[in-house]
Each structure stands twice: as structure tokens, then as C-alpha cells.
């Protein structure tokens, strides 16, 4: 059964008709995963006036789109939209199924999963292909590897062997959207299906203002952690001086060197809920499992240890600096520039550094 | 109304987390409760405040180790829970979460059925024994085990028109009162599950909207579920609610008729009960705590054993993985480079190099490198090497 079980799927979110980045993402992952099993990506779009999407989709990987377009899916209801894929589902069962690891994402994901009676990883941050070999299962040809952050250890592989399709949300930051080519050609095919009356309707729906923090879009991310609260001699100081800090290494990373850059910070800092940090840092600054997901150019790293919850938001970040009195911190092991010492002598040298000046170590 | 409050124990210290093939060990930990699911309990209490009825936690897990940690929920915020309810069975270690789901969603329809068979006792009894002082002993012995809302029957002074109360009076008809614990069952089946939005161990955030559709497999109807639910309210007469729930950037509206399940986000804070009938909210209360938890296995349940433990789990966790170490590592004042480019250097009938300025001075013997540091082709990784190196 788990042979016959073909294509890999990825469920497209869109915004004002145009694919969300996190679904340009996850079709680059579905890309790599159905080049190596040989398959066709196939992604499910379900909306109102969802044809431009399609296209969009095609041209970033997509071999194949099938899509729902009717008014009452205009407007995102779980209970609608998990039945219309739940008949996809059944009516075509792919071999993998994926899904962005955000708040739609993951409604989604979980309750069909349940109905469809398979298994479901979530928030994976790599996606191989591999056999399997299990000593009470056996043997499993091509198996849809499903790499996550572990709470035991680091990082954990989730095989799916015996159940179709293998689903998996795919955490945002971790995979690059294929760059778009408008001569890829790719079979749109339209989706009949009849929605029923649920216990439960979308009354209104309200549009937050945007985050003035642009975590994910930012070349340099200055990340605080809860090291801030002690100079090196283990003093508590106030963590708004290294806070000022950061503003300066911003200033100077934007003026000099031409780099956008946001201040973010460790999940333990923010809900330490710090007086002093009051109004300058909050969720939205967040880096991490529970927060924005980052890969910029250059990621420094100040007074945090490394749990692996933050470690598996910044990862990927092409050049880590990181400043810490702990030689010992984990974040030292992904550090490509570790600076071992006090964060109130180092950062200043550190801005002056990128500022252009030289200075003695 | 039944509220439902649905808790993890998890890992106390990430450090301590013992393991048998990939599936956590929870009778070798220190558990804690899973502080997300603190908020439902928060969003319990403001419920019962409302409304009033009886929140019941129910948990999945060692028991020894659990009925401990449940104790001080008894006492939380301000009403805290009236019953605890542990799934605890051998069967059901290893479970992921398709597995958990399906056996909390047991728990959640045995819950709801016991209430419900509690009313049908009381009905029978109502049908044979008339206007007897059985009805009165049935009652009172269904209260006591709190199966019973003061509207039905009552101790309470404050609460002198309990349906028992006025039926024995003579003012209901029997086909009247059946017709009222009909009705009742109807007001019981528009129950509510609350839970946190995710775990801190598995993190999945799955298990919520799963158990919605496990329940509504098992009670063969539609259960909605909302996750991150950042503020809700129940229509007068408890039949619907109101929630919030923040997908990204939007925060979806949303109507749902009971029974429903909610994931109650870390940014929940509860709302002024305002103004409410304390007489109603009385009548739908029950007794009271029941202070011993109970346990309930898979025979309890009714389970199908092939969707327990790691037979109803189709994930299987494999073995962890490191996150890999940067290629080239320095660390800046300590990491000894080349301090300028440098061609072959000969030495003791041997070459090295050629070198580029920054490049690491590794596998150098120790006498070679005290040289290169004392001709200044050497030196520590400075800060201005540093700011070459990320702004070529």
C-alpha cells in the first residue's frame, strides 16, 4: 500500500493572492525530496480566485497544482478546509504531505493527519530521503526522513514507515524559495468539492499592524540572551547598557557598512520580563524555536549559552559571532568567531571594530 | 458545564531526560506540568466563574507520578480544579501523538458519558419508583459523588428549587422531570476541552486539534477546535462561544457551538467575569473537589489496543543527530593565525603552507609556531582580522 502512494504535496498558503514565503519555502523543500524519490510536487491551494497563485507555484517548483476555487473558501476555516483536503487526500494519496510549521500550518496538518490515520512530525528543519531499516518492522525503501529539534538530544530523524502520506510541517528560515522561472509548465487541475454546514463560523477577522521588527528579512541580527544581566565578573548590571550597545553596533553595521540590521533576543530574556528592558524588547523580537526563525549574513550573539531551542532559529545564519564569558556555552560550538570574555568590555571594542577603527585586543 | 482541562507532565530539566529508543522515560524523570497548559486551567476558572459547572483535569501518563503534581491544581488561581483523572497504562507508553490523541479522546468521551449516565440513573429511577423517597436516596447518592449539578439536585440552603426538590413537592410531573434531565443531558453534551498550545518536550502543538477530531470520531460529530486562542467568552446560556485565535498577522473571529475544544495561547489573560447570575452560575455548579484522582487504563476506556502505545504510533523517533560545527573556527585574541600571507616555510626537512593571511596556524609543530610568533608571521585572531573577515 505504502508503494502505490505517489507525489509530494504541499499545502500553499497565500496573502492577497500571492504565495506567502513560507510556502515558497516548503515547495523548495517538496523540490529536493520528490527529485530524490522521483516524483511530481504537487501543491494544494484552496481559495477564491486562486489561478495566479497556481501559476506562481508552478513557476517555483511545482509540477502539478491542484486547487478548490469557490467563495466560501475565500476566507481561511479550519473545519472547511480540512475536510476539502481530507477528500484530496483520499481521493489521490500522496506519498508525503507538507505544510509550513506556522499557526495555519499546523492547524491543518494535525487534524488531518489524525483523520487520514498517519503520522505527522512537525517543525522538521532538513528533509532527507533515506532507506530505513527497523529490526521489528523491516526494511523501508525511500523513506521520507523528517529531521526536528528533539527535546532528549539534538536533533532527532522521524521515520513515517508504514503509514501514507508521511506528513511533515517544515519550520520557516530553513529552506530557500527556488528563484521563480516562468517557462516551467505544470498541470493545474481543479479540485470538486462540496463543503457541508459546520458547528462553527468565521465571524470577522481583524488585520494586526505589521511588526516594526523585521527579524527575518534583516542582513545582521544582534541577538541579547539572559548573559546581559552580568558583566563578567558574575555583577549584576543593567542590561539596558548592553542593550545601548546593540543600538550602537546597529547604527554602525547600517551607517558604515551598509547592512540592515534588527535587534532580537533569546526567549529566557524576553519572559525574564527585565524593568529595565521594559518597551525595548518584546515577543517580536524573539529568536528561536518559539520565535522568528533567522538566517542572515551575520548573526551575533551576545550573553546567550546556546539552548538548543535558539540554536535551531539562528543555525543557518552564514557568520556567527558570539560573546560569552562561559567558554564552555554551547553556542560556542556553532560559533564560527567566538569571543570568550565579558560582553561590557567586548562589545564596545567590537562596535569600534565595525565602525573602522583599530583597536587592540 | 463540564469543563475539560487536558495537562501534560513534562521533563523537569532538560539535562535530566532519560530515554529507551528514542521514546522519553517519564517514570525515570522529575515531571512537571507543562506550564502552557496552566493558561486553560487559567481559562477553566473564568468559565466556571461564568457559567459555572465543573472543571475536571485529565492527564495521560505514569500515575505515580502524576497524581502528585495535579494536587496543587485543586488550589490554582482562584477556583481551580473539581476532579482529576489520570490514563495511566503500560499499554499506552510510547504512544505519539495519533496515539495520545486517541486515547485522551477516550478519556474526554468517558467523562461525558459518565455524567450522562448519571442523569439516565436518576431517570430510571424517576420512571419506576414514582414519587418514592428512592428518587430522593438516588439523587442524593449521585450528588455525593458530584455527578449531579445543583439544578438537579442540591444540599446547597442557597439552592431550595433543585428539579428532585420540586418534583417531590408534587409541582412536576414524572414525563415533566424526564423531560428537564433530557434536556440536561442536552446542556451536558455542550461541554468544553481546554489545553495549553503545546508542549515544552514534544513542542508538536498537535495533540489540541487532534483530540477535537478523535472526540468527534468517537461521539460521531463535528467538534471545532481553535488554536492559539488569545481571548474568548460563552454565549448566555452556555450553548456557544466566542474566540479569538491569531493566525500570523490576523486574528480570526470566530463562533463555536459547544461542544468545542480550545488551545489556550501563553498571551491569554482572562477576562472580568462581569456581570453574571451568581444564582444560575450556583445551579451549575456541583458539590464540590473530589480530592483522590482517579486512574483509568485502556480496559477502563474500552481502548482498541492496536491504536495504543507504539502500535497506534506511526512515527518512529530515531536516533539524535548533532548540529554540525562550523568548518573553521577562531576565536578572536586566542586563535593563532598568519598574521600575513606566507609562501612554503621549511622546516626540519619538511613543507608547509603556502599560507593566506588569516588562515589558522593548525598541525604546526610547536617549535615551527614559536618561531613564526617571535618573526611576526603569527599571532592571535585580533578584532580588526575579525572585521576584515565579515566585511570583505
Not at chain 1, 517557462?183 to 499592524?209: N, Q, S
Not at chain 1, 527585565?274 to 538566517?295: H, P, R
Not at chain 2, 498537535?206 to 460563552?234: C, I, M, N, R, W
Request: hydrophobic share 40%; net charge neutral.
Amino acid at each position: 500500500m505504502t508503494e502505490e502512494a505517489k507525489g509530494v504535496w504541499v499545502y500553499l498558503q497565500t496573502e492577497k493572492d500571492e504565495l506567502t514565503k513560507d510556502s515558497l519555502e516548503v515547495l523548495a523543500a517538496a523540490r529536493k525530496v520528490a527529485d530524490k524519490v522521483r516524483q511530481e510536487v504537487v501543491g494544494i491551494l484552496l481559495g477564491n480566485g486562486v489561478e495566479g497563485a497556481a501559476k506562481q507555484a508552478v513557476s517555483h517548483g511545482a509540477d502539478g497544482v491542484l486547487f478548490v476555487d469557490s467563495p466560501e473558501f475565500g476566507t481561511y476555516f479550519n473545519l472547511r478546509y480540512i475536510d476539502a483536503i481530507y477528500a484530496m487526500v483520499m481521493a489521490r494519496k500522496p506519498y508525503a504531505f507538507l505544510f509550513a510549521a506556522n499557526e495555519l500550518g499546523k492547524d491543518l496538518a494535525a487534524r488531518i493527519a489524525f483523520r487520514a490515520v498517519t503520522g505527522l512530525a512537525t517543525d522538521n528543519v532538513q528533509l532527507e530521503v533515506e532507506d530505513y531499516s527497523n529490526p521489528v518492522l523491516g526494511d523501508f525503501k525511500n523513506l521520507l526522513i523528517q529531521i526536528r529539534p528533539d527535546f532528549g538530544t539534538r536533533l532527532a530523524r522521524i521515520y513515517t514507515p508504514r503509514h501514507r502520506p508521511q506528513m511533515a510541517t517544515v519550520r520557516p528560515g530553513n529552506f530557500a524559495p527556488l528563484p521563480p522561472d516562468p517557462k516551467r509548465k505544470g498541470k493545474i487541475e481543479r479540485f470538486d468539492f462540496k463543503g457541508g454546514d459546520y458547528p462553527a463560523m468565521v465571524k470577522e477577522i481583524l488585520e494586526l499592524p505589521p511588526s516594526p521588527v523585521d527579524l527575518a528579512g534583516a542582513d545582521v541580527v544582534i541577538s541579547l540572551g539572559l548573559g546581559i544581566l552580568k558583566d563578567g565578573s558574575g555583577r549584576p548590571r543593567n542590561p539596558k547598557e548592553a542593550y545601548e550597545y546593540a543600538v550602537q553596533l546597529k547604527q554602525a553595521l547600517e551607517t558604515k557598512r551598509g547592512l540592515k540590521t534588527e535587534i532580537g533576543a533569546t526567549r529566557a530574556l524576553i519572559y525574564a520580563e527585565v524593568k529595565e528592558l521594559d518597551g525595548l524588547i518584546d515577543k517580536s523580537n524573539q529568536v528561536g524555536q518559539t520565535g522568528t526563525t533567522v538566517a542572515p549574513k551575520l548573526y551575533f550573539a551576545v550573553g546567550i549559552s546556546g539552548a538548543l531551542q535558539h540554536r535551531v532559529g539562528m543555525q543557518k545564519s552564514a557568520k556567527i559571532v558570539a560573546v560569552n564569558t562561559d567558554p564552555e556555552a554551547p553556542i560556542f560550538k556553532i560559533a564560527h568567531y567566538p569571543i570568550v570574555g565579558d560582553l561590557y568590555v567586548e562589545l564596545p571594542k567590537l562596535i569600534k571594530t565595525v565602525q573602522g577603527a583599530t583597536i587592540a585586543n | 458545564m463540564l469543563i475539560i482541562v487536558l495537562l501534560k507532565g513534562v521533563p523537569a530539566r532538560t539535562t535530566q531526560v532519560a530515554q529507551v529508543g528514542g521514546v522519553l522515560n517519564r517514570e525515570a524523570m522529575d515531571l512537571v506540568l507543562n506550564p502552557h497548559d496552566l493558561k486553560a486551567v487559567e481559562a477553566a476558572d473564568f468559565l466556571k466563574k461564568r457559567v459555572g459547572g465543573k472543571a475536571v483535569a485529565l492527564t495521560m501518563g505514569p500515575d505515580m507520578k502524576l497524581i502528585p503534581l495535579m494536587k496543587p491544581l485543586y488550589e490554582s488561581e482562584v477556583l481551580g480544579v473539581d476532579e482529576e483523572y489520570v490514563l495511566s497504562d503500560r499499554k499506552m507508553a510510547g504512544s505519539d501523538t495519533l496515539a495520545t490523541s486517541y486515547a485522551v479522546s477516550l478519556g474526554v468521551k468517558k467523562l461525558v458519558e459518565r455524567h450522562l449516565h448519571a442523569l439516565d440513573l436518576l431517570a430510571e429511577t424517576i420512571s419506576r419508583a414514582g414519587y418514592s423517597d428512592l428518587v430522593r436516596a438516588k439523587a442524593a447518592e449521585l450528588y455525593s459523588s458530584n455527578l449531579l449539578p445543583n439544578r438537579i439536585y442540591s444540599e446547597l440552603p442557597t439552592v431550595g428549587d433543585s428539579l428532585v426538590d420540586r418534583y417531590l413537592a408534587g409541582s412536576l410531573t414524572p414525563a415533566a422531570a424526564l423531560a428537564e434531565l433530557a434536556e440536561e443531558k442536552e446542556r451536558l453534551s455542550r461541554f468544553v476541552v481546554l489545553t495549553g498550545i503545546k508542549t515544552t518536550d514534544g513542542e508538536t502543538g498537535s495533540v489540541g486539534p487532534q483530540v477535537a477530531e478523535g472526540v468527534s470520531e468517537l461521539l460521531g460529530k463535528v467538534v471545532p477546535h481553535a488554536t492559539y486562542v488569545e481571548d474568548f467568552d460563552v454565549a448566555p446560556g452556555g450553548t456557544s462561544l466566542t474566540s479569538d485565535r491569531r493566525i500570523g498577522r490576523l486574528v480570526q473571529k470566530l463562533v463555536m457551538q459547544l461542544p468545542s475544544l480550545l488551545t489556550i495561547s501563553t498571551e491569554y489573560r482572562p477576562r472580568e467575569p462581569g456581570p453574571f447570575s451568581q444564582p444560575e452560575v450556583r445551579r451549575n455548579n456541583y458539590r464540590g473537589k473530589v480530592y483522590r484522582a482517579v486512574k483509568w487504563t485502556s480496559d477502563d476506556l474500552w481502548a482498541d489496543p492496536k491504536r495504543l502505545g507504539l502500535a497506534g504510533s506511526p512515527t518512529i523517533v530515531g536516533a539524535g543527530i548533532d548540529i554540525g560545527k562550523p568548518p573553521v573556527q577562531k576565536t578572536v585574541g586566542e586563535s593563532l593565525v598568519f598574521l600575513k600571507t606566507s609562501g612554503l616555510v621549511g622546516f626540519e626537512g619538511k613543507n608547509y603552507g603556502p599560507y593566506q593571511r588569516g588562515d589558522l596556524a593548525t598541525n604546526l609543530p610547536e617549535l615551527l609556531v614559536s618561531r613564526l610568533q617571535a618573526d611576526g608571521f603569527l599571532g592571535p585572531f585580533s578584532y580588526e582580522m575579525l572585521a576584515g573577515e565579515l566585511f570583505p
